[in-house]
């Protein structure tokens, strides 16, 4: 139904309200509802797209649930794209709240995860994450300095590249 209110453009007084509860139980689905916790993304992600009003509400779920699903075994470079498409979303995340502490922790895991390195959504998904915040670039550089020789055939232990 939202959906289809916003194909119309029509302006009514209660989508934002669904819009945030849809937001709120963004990641309380289960396995089993994989379907509909993706369809409720995509709604999320496209409020967002279109610049709809207060969209800064929802700014902590889409990511990580974008990031959840890019790093998962069966991770998509679909996925991984939605994720650039709304890269942006974290700037209005404050990385030194506690309730920011798990999304940090996925963006870390991005950054170890091959197919962010494999796609150009990927790349330049990571490429914006260093320069969202100092201690955020930190870590993610940390996280990269650990993966890239990997994927790049040089030893883990070797320092010399990154002199």
């Given at each position: ?21 849809i ?74 709240c506690?309730?920011a ?63």
């Amino acid at each position: 139904i939202i959906n289809i209110l916003l194909d119309k453009k029509i302006k009514h007084p209660k989508i934002h309200a669904c819009v945030s509860l849809i937001h709120d139980c963004l990641l309380q689905f289960s396995d089993k509802n994989s379907y509909v916790q993706n369809c409720c993304s995509q709604l999320l992600e496209r409020y967002w797209l279109e610049k709809l009003e207060n969209r800064e509400n929802l700014a902590i779920n889409v990511p990580s649930y974008l990031i959840v699903r890019s790093i998962c075994p069966i991770g998509k470079v679909t996925d991984v794209a939605r994720l650039n498409a709304i890269k942006d979303m974290l700037e209005l995340i404050n990385f030194q709240c506690s309730t920011a502490k798990s999304l940090l922790q996925l963006l870390c895991n991005a950054a170890s995860n091959k197919l962010f390195y494999k796609s150009k959504d990927g790349v330049e998904f990571l490429s914006y994450v260093l320069t969202i915040d100092k201690d955020v670039m930190l870590l993610i550089d940390q996280a990269m300095k650990f993966v890239i020789p990997v994927q790049l055939g040089l030893s883990r232990c070797s320092e010399e590249p990154w002199k």
